[in-house]
């Protein structure tokens, strides 16, 4: 029995010993992933920080917002065509994520 003992803690320990390298190798091999993840969350944080700062100084960002307009009529026009292709196309990109790549995660 004590023979038996000894040879389930030496299994034990080499598992271990596998676990931790194949912790470190996955480690490594995600380290790529983990540096796009981080900057993912940096555009978030900021995005949400300018969020804030317009729902916190609404008057400012209007004036901003008319100044640019009455300043340069055809490039605002411009830059809210883009914005809006931007925002729809963004809206179509996170449904799709959405629909079929989060089921997976």
Known sequence: MQQRLIELQLQRGRLL????????????????VT???????????TIQE?????LAHPLTLAVAVGVVVVLRPRRALHWAQRGFVAW?????????????????I
Do not use: H
């Open 35 to 45: 540096r796009v993840l981080q900057l993912g969350d940096r555009l978030t944080e």
């Open 50 to 54: 300018c969020k804030r700062m317009a």
């Open 88 to 104: 729809r196309s963004w809206r179509v990109v996170r449904s799709a994520f959405y629909r079929y790549v989060a089921p997976l």
């Open 17 to 32: 010993e596998r676990i931790a390298n194949q912790r470190e190798v996955l480690a490594r091999q995600a380290a790529p």
